[in-house]
């Protein structure tokens, strides 16, 4: 039972060639991130195998939810224009 909720404008879709993973779209499609349930990670644009971009292990209950919530956190922060000094 899925319980998170995307933020306004973001999108996701199922993998059609995996059944563990989701991709999550930003809004306006900027970017997106691919989160692998079976792997407990995310990494960064629409993949099946690569480096992953998380850094915690996700377990105990609720881990589906932090997992989904520090997937778009991490997209969001790469999205932000980097600042002028």
């Not at 319980?3 to 779209?25: A, I, K, N």
């Not at 992953?52 to 997209?75: M, N, P, T």
Request: charged fraction near 25%; proline fraction near 6%; charge should be negative.
């Amino acid at each position: 039972m899925k319980t998170f909720q995307l933020p306004e404008g973001w999108t996701r879709e199922q993998m059609p060639h995996s059944t563990h993973c989701e991709v999550m779209h930003a809004p306006d499609q900027a970017g997106m991130v691919t989160v692998d349930f079976e792997r407990r990670e995310f990494r960064l644009g629409y993949s099946v195998h690569g480096p992953r971009d998380s850094r915690y292990a996700y377990i105990g209950r609720g881990w589906r939810d932090e997992l989904c919530s520090d997937a778009i956190k991490h997209l969001s922060e790469m999205l932000q224009p980097a600042s002028s000094n």
